[in-house]
């Protein structure tokens, strides 16, 4: 599904929709990042969630949390969406938006690597593909699309904010902005494809065992592993943990 971007120790990993690589194996449990806080957006009859609707956060939350963690608002109002959907489908999941986050941080840094952003719809400005998967220094992976997605009709590239390979966003691939129409380069539809993967195999993400699983399932490096962890730590301590 992904390939990152970004690198670790400037060297792109390889994410866990490639073959795997030699010495790539996760080597015990990471305890799980604290779940990060969110306010959502209170409805006329004043719940926070209602069937068929979106989950969204609270304006104001979101203006002041964007601050505070750095994160485009209009990527983070995708990752609460998604971890919310995601637990509403999946209650034992547990996943936190700031995994999410922390995941879309390392892929795309939130979909604006190589100088992009994101639209107010929640669209790259621009295509945000990985290298050529053609086995020269990855594993190879032949196309499976006929290079609609990626633009190469030799080999996959993983693409979008969360850099999915074709084949994978073939079969993983949801409508998050309920827009009929599933486009791993929208944020939306990226995100909440990425929540729900994370959250399969019946994964506890509160746990240490299921949050290192589900970290591992999509990218096989420790390094990135322990990146994320990171990085959805941090937010964490930012904008304050759930209660």
């Not at 990855?138 to 084949?167: C, E, K, N, R, Y």
């Amino acid at each position: 599904m992904v390939f990152s971007l970004f690198a670790v120790s400037l060297i792109a990993v390889f994410s866990f929709w490639a073959v795997r690589l030699p010495g790539a194996d996760a080597r015990g449990a990471l305890s799980a990042p604290p779940r990060a806080g969110v306010q959502l957006e209170m409805l006329s009859a004043g719940i926070t969630t209602a069937v068929n609707v979106t989950p969204s956060p609270d304006a104001q939350w979101l203006i002041r949390a964007a601050a505070q963690t750095g994160i485009p608002a209009r990527a983070l109002r995708a990752y609460v969406a998604a971890a919310a959907t995601a637990n509403d489908s999946a209650p034992m999941c547990g996943i936190g938006w700031n995994t999410v986050a922390a995941v879309g941080s390392v892929e795309s840094a939130h979909g604006t690597y190589g100088g992009g952003s994101l639209n107010a719809a929640g669209q790259a400005s621009g295509p945000i593909v990985g290298p050529s998967l053609d086995g020269n220094g990855f594993a190879a992976i032949a196309d499976t699309d006929a290079g609609v997605l990626d633009g190469d009709a030799s080999w996959d590239h993983a693409v979008g904010p969360m850099q999915f390979i074709p084949s994978t966003w073939q079969l993983v691939g949801q409508d998050g902005n309920e827009d009929g129409t599933a486009d791993p380069f929208n944020i939306d539809d990226a995100a909440l494809s990425a929540a729900t993967y994370l959250c399969a195999n019946g994964r506890d993400l509160s746990t240490a065992q299921g949050w290192t699983d589900a970290i591992y399932s999509y990218n096989q490096s420790d390094p990135y592993i322990r990146q994320v962890r990171t990085q959805a730590t941090a937010y964490a301590a930012k904008t304050g943990t759930a209660e």
